[in-house]
Nanobody, 119 residues
């Protein structure tokens, strides 16, 4: 099992920035990919970004490209999501996720952290 603990959510004005963190513990070697999903009220959960531990390859949803950056700290087994130029439509609960690869990260889930962007 892999445990994921998120932190860093909160309230920010449009145009501002936030950084989310996700610390992984447990059998982390079984999860080469980690990343983020988000779910806004009344909407389905959607993919945001992913990264693989080995090469650091990244993948982003079109809606966040150029504004969000995902990175990792292998030693701390922590993944970060730097969110810049935030928009009200970025408001959602953000979930950290992990899985076997960068294209399959939905095996393990964190508890979620609320991000609210005010206009």
């Amino acid at each position: 099992q892999v445990q994921l603990i998120e932190s860093g959510g909160g309230l920010v004005q449009a145009g501002g920035s936030l950084r989310l963190s996700c610390a992984a513990s447990g059998r982390t070697l079984s999860s080469n990919g980690m990343g983020w999903f988000r779910q806004a009220p009344g909407k389905e959960r959607e993919f945001v970004a992913a990264i693989d531990w080995s090469a650091g390859n990244t993948n982003y949803a079109d809606s966040v490209k150029g504004r969000f950056t995902i990175s990792r700290d292998n030693a701390e087994r922590t993944v970060y999501l730097q969110m810049n130029s935030m928009k009200p439509e970025d408001t959602a609960v953000y979930y950290c996720a992990a899985g076997n690869s960068i294209v399959s990260i939905s095996r393990y889930w964190g508890q979620g952290t609320q991000v609210t962007v005010s206009s």
